[in-house]
């Protein structure tokens, strides 16, 4: 596995192909969600998605997603006449529109493809009323001067409300701290200013109707939005009904927590190697 970390602060990472890997042509670019690398939160999945798989975050203490617009695109230049698809999670759900507005200057629409796992669509489609504090100007200004580490209470679902992956010990005696020490792990090196800067985007994006009018990018590209309907602590199934509004696709719903790819991996790669998803085996 490649790992790049660029000076802009975007993080690259390059899925390595293994006897599992689905492989085909063309590239499968994975934008990260909140406090995510993409390392991390793709892992457990990326052998279920086509072609070479790439994953992009943002690091640091500043969000600037046009940066990681860019460096995706210039990514994919050396790829033209190939499929490129785009499988965003939560905020890279919401990114993937912007990314997708560049990608097809240069690319075909017909071989391009969106995947939105479970994305926002504003403040009104987060489950959480008070993240629009945190992502006020003022508090990006404070966060800003506050040291590069981030502290917050690690939410450990209950035992029977997730698929424990093969490497978790099934202990139940160690199943809290092994959830609590993953996510702490997973969480280190992302600046509290960093989380601020995501959400004020978030809400700006929403609330300029920018959000909106990058959407218009995916006329004529196949697009599907998954919901996540486990327990969803995050996103209000109000966002699934903005992004039909925006898009023409085709909604899917899993039995799985919010962009759990790891948790419930079991229900995620049972979605991701079913029927409707066979043009990428064929592809």
Known sequence: MNVNKFTSGVEKHVFSKTHRSLGGPG??????GMQSHGVDQFASIAYCLPGQVRAYNAYGRRFRPDLIVARATADVRDHVGEPIRVFGASQGGMLTPFLMRELRKYHDP??????????????KSIA????????????VNAFSALPSCIKAPVIVPPWNHI?????????????????????????????????????????????????????????????????????????KPSAARDW????????????????????NNWEFVQLLQSEYFDTWHTS
């Open 27 to 32: 590239v499968t670019i994975c934008l990260a």
């Open 110 to 123: 017909d071989l391009l493809e969106a995947v939105i796992v479970d994305a926002p669509s504003g403040l």
């Open 128 to 139: 959480n009323p008070r993240a629009f504090l945190l992502g006020s100007s003022a508090m």
């Open 163 to 235: 698929s424990v992956p093969p490497d978790m010990p099934t202990n139940h005696d160690n199943y809290r701290w092994q959830v609590q020490r993953g996510a702490r792990q997973r969480l280190a090196g992302f600046p509290i200013s960093l989380w601020a800067e995501k959400i004020h985007w978030m809400i700006h994006v929403s609330r300029s109707g920018s959000l909106a009018r990058a959407c218009q990018s995916h006329d004529g590209i196949r697009t599907t939005y998954i919901q996540c309907l486990l327990h969803n602590l995050v996103v």
């Open 244 to 263: 039909q509004s925006w898009i023409d696709l085709t909604l899917l719903d899993v039995q799985a927590a919010h962009c759990a790819f790891s948790q």
